[in-house]
């Protein structure tokens, strides 16, 4: 299936609520570099929500290369291993004006999605993503809750 809008399930997972029981989800963000080599970089649900099917904003750290291929490219693929199904997302992505009161100094950008696909293989099970355990998760999710806030204005 390639359509242009998100399942329900993964909307569900990305609406930025309740971020406490989804602190272990971790998902990739592929960007393309200037030598034109796929670049990786892990993310979390405290820095991307779905606004609705169609569209996310996520909220990256400025200066990292992850954000300097977005800026130059306006282009990144999320990748999201959840509820064994390995969900790809192509996203077209512009930049939202700077935050001059925000919490956390972040890049913003609106994320209009291409296409998205689910995979599934019949003949596997996929029983695992990404999974990470926050070391300081107080501090954390304060952090991801003020972010989504950020990214909801």
Known sequence: ?????ISTNLFQL????????KQHEAMMLLTLSQDLWPHVAMISVGEVIAIRSTELK???W????TTSNIIR?????LVIIFNGIAHYIKLS?????ELADAKHKRERFSAKVVS?????AKYAEITSGI????????????RWNETIEDLLR
Do not use: C, F, H, W
């Not at 400025?62 to 290369?65: D, E, L, R, S």
């Not at 490219?73 to 693929?77: H, L, R």
């Not at 999974?131 to 304060?142: E, G, H, Y």
């Open 1 to 5: 299936m390639n359509t242009q809008e």
């Open 14 to 21: 990305l609406n930025g609520k309740d971020l406490a029981s």
């Open 58 to 60: 996520l909220s990256l």
């Open 62 to 65: 400025p200066n990292t290369i």
């Open 73 to 77: 490219t306006g282009k990144a693929t």
């Open 93 to 97: 992505l512009r930049k939202l004006p």
């Open 116 to 120: 998205y696909r689910e995979d599934i």
């Open 131 to 142: 999974q990470i355990q926050l070391k300081d998760p107080a501090s954390v999710l304060k």
